[in-house]
């Protein structure tokens, strides 16, 4: 929000109410078509009286003596650091003192520490939870995960000691929490393989307690302006024991929303899907699978199991091939015991 001609430091956030409720008549197989991206509904209006409405929230983002930077390369970036399914902000600010510029992370965390407007999930951006990221004289900040290994990490531009030559400096993401994400890119299926833009995506994550929650995203909704956003969609899952359930992708197409679905979907995937401009019947999806950091710890509990039970099985083998030992003489006594009485009756009876 602008104060005046050279401040700006709040953040007005309006929540989604596009997401459906769970009811008893919740259908896991109909809930990403149930969502309509052009519901007149989707906002609450800001205020009603002069009074903010429930879903609606003011934040300061900046303290006394900062601005947001909104320079032609400041802007606010989301993106989901942690992937835990909740997006953070990465800001510029700028100090009017002077005019020193830093770069802040802020972390989407549970509201429990201040009141929070009501059905907004109970979560919020704070300055009181910013992280300040050490670097001299930043310009430029966004996400983009350049390992490849599921975890967004920080691009950062600033200015060199010269001021004559930018440098380009990235902050990796080295947080340890076995979390889960999946990457979508849908391409062109033509000869140049563009990315496609504006493409939406939905699907349906389980969570640990049993509850669905349906999870969505565009890939490359602007690329103007120093956007700079990932060619693909991100989407952090968090902790989740299931597949992802119906993948579905919104593609324009003709001047229509072409629509397909795949389902299931292993976390920890990156999904390239090849949209054939004819029909979304043509479309191909391949799927690259990004195993768990946990891996080797779960391959050396899986060997350790089979050993144990390999141990188990030959000890209740050997065991069991000395009781027929012990038992043999009693069934060699039983048969001539039976031979003796079939023969003594067999004389008798002549």
């Known amino acids: 929000k602008k104060k005046n001609k050279e401040q700006w430091g709040e953040l007005h956030i309006l929540f989604n109410k596009m997401r459906p409720e769970k009811d008893s008549s919740w259908d896991t197989t109909t809930v990403c078509n149930s969502v309509s991206l052009g519901h007149k509904s989707m906002f609450e209006p800001i205020t009603q009286n002069g009074q903010s409405v429930e879903d ?91 390992r490849e290994n599921g975890a967004i990490d920080i691009l950062v531009m600033n200015s060199s000691e010269n001021l004559n030559t930018p440098r380009i400096n990235f902050l990796y993401n080295y947080m340890l929490e076995d979390v889960f994400f999946m990457k979508v890119q849908g391409l062109v299926d033509n000869n140049f393989g563009g990315v496609y ?25 602007q690329t103007s302006f120093n956007a700079l956003q990932m060619p693909y969609a991100f989407f952090g899952i968090g902790r989740s024991n299931n597949y992802l359930e119906h993948l579905t992708a919104y593609y324009p197409l003709h001047g229509m929303s072409a629509t397909k679905e795949w389902s299931p979907i292993i976390p920890n995937s990156q999904i390239i899907i090849l949209a054939e401009m004819k029909s979304a019947d043509d479309w191909n999806i391949e799927l690259f699978v990004n195993p768990s950091n946990k891996m080797q710890y779960i391959i050396i509990i899986d060997l350790t199991c089979l050993f144990v039970f390999i141990i188990i099985m030959t000890i209740m083998h050997f065991r069991e091939k000395a009781q027929d030992r012990r038992e043999r003489p009693n069934v060699f006594n039983f048969i001539h015991q039976c031979k003796q009485l079939v023969l003594n009756t067999y004389i008798t009876c002549t």
């Open 197 to 221: 833009l504006g493409a939406n995506y939905q699907f349906i994550v389980t969570h640990l307690d049993g509850d669905k929650a349906v999870t969505g995203g565009t890939q490359l909704s």
């Open 56 to 146: 609606y929230m003011i934040l300061n983002a900046t303290k006394k003596g900062e601005v947001i930077s909104f320079n032609d390369n400041g802007y606010i970036r989301p993106g989901d650091f942690t992937s835990d399914g909740f997006p953070e902000l990465l800001i510029v600010i700028k100090n009017t003192t002077d005019s020193s510029t830093t770069v802040y992370l802020y972390e989407n965390l549970p509201c429990n520490f201040g009141k929070c407007p009501q059905n907004s999930g109970q979560r919020t951006f704070t300055s009181k939870f910013r992280e300040k990221l050490e670097i001299n004289k930043p310009e430029l900040a966004s996400f983009f995960d350049l």
